[in-house]
């Protein structure tokens, strides 16, 4: 039996978060053998917001694909490419916008909400408003049946949906599968000081952190203020080493909750043994990561051989869409 297609992407806006490789990462590596695979840093959607200031798409680039195989992802099993190597994605992009009526762009969510958020930059452009259709793009060029995404994505796969639909109505032929969503299962991880993680909080942990970074962050974090002597009894659940303990050490996290609870143990102890849990998850992938950045050459044969597989795929379903729509050979 042939394997299901999934897509999924990227932007390329710098390097990954542990929130990443728990929301995302984990996710895409475990759907890599049951499913043909499509993973694509997609830099003409980050351009959408970053139109100003592009300097640092291609850096961005390297170092995302870097954090995706040092986490696991296979350049042998999975298709690895850069979405602006593959045109057919523009292509589709403009066909499906022949039919795409306004309204249903308007009323995505995540539009003006990301309109009001991202108030310096000016947003009121073609583009952005299209980001949902150059999504749909991606992901019907290959016509993926799922897409491995977090919530906040569940509108752009709605409107994939419809546009599928749409197309294969006006074209009278049940050419575009309507994708499924699998939703990534997101363990919500809070910065060091308890806030949402965020760059500009400056409380990341990212996943290129060498180990005794690693360390000093974990001794960082805010625990239970109200907690004063190590042996008063601690209240977990306002820690924020507790909710890494929840995520990275789940087999002990009920007795580090009671010990806590009693008062038996110390948030500085705590955190010691918390720190030696995540660096022993992150260290593999930080020694990878090292590796990788070295070869630089060996990166970009994975996204051009990743993009001739792409390409291939893309340019087959591309001459079957052109048909549909009367514009293949004379
Ligand atoms: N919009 C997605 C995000 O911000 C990225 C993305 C672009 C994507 N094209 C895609 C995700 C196609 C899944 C499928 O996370």
Known sequence: MEKKTIFSGMRPTGRLQLGNLLGALD???????????????????ALTTAYE????????????????????????????????????????????????PLS????????????????????????????????????LLYRAEAVPVGEDQIPHIEITREIARRFNHLYQKPYFPEPETIL?????????????????????ISMSDRPDEVR????????????????????????TAFTFHGVFNAEEVASVEQVCRRGEIGCVECKKQLAERLVSYLEPIYERRQA???????????????AKRASALAAENMAEIRELMNLGQL
């Open 216 to 239: 000093k962050k974990v001794r960082q974090m805010i625990t239970d203020p109200g907690r004063v002597r190590k042996n008063d009894p601690g209240n977990p659940s306002v820690c």
């Open 104 to 139: 249903w762009l308007e009323r995505v969510p995540t539009y003006k909400d990301q309109l009001q958020q991202l108030k310096d930059k000016n947003l009121s452009t073609y583009g952005f408003l299209g980001y949902p259709l150059l999504m749909a793009a991606d992901i």
């Open 292 to 306: 990788l950045q070295k070869e630089k050459n060996y990166i970009r044969e994975i996204l051009a051989d990743g």
């Open 53 to 100: 200031d592009p300097a640092l798409l291609k850096e961005n680039t390297y170092e995302m694909v870097i954090d995706w195989l040092a986490a696991g992802l296979d350049p042998e099993e999975s298709i690895i490419f850069r979405q602006s190597d593959v045109k057919e994605h523009a292509e589709l992009h403009l066909l499906l916008s022949m039919f795409t």
């Open 27 to 45: 996710n895409w590596i475990k759907l890599q053998d049951k499913y043909r695979c499509l993973f694509c840093v997609v830099d003409w959607h």
């Open 184 to 204: 990534n299962k997101v363990k919500v991880l809070p910065g060091i000081d308890g806030r949402k993680m965020s760059k500009s909080y400056g409380n990341t």
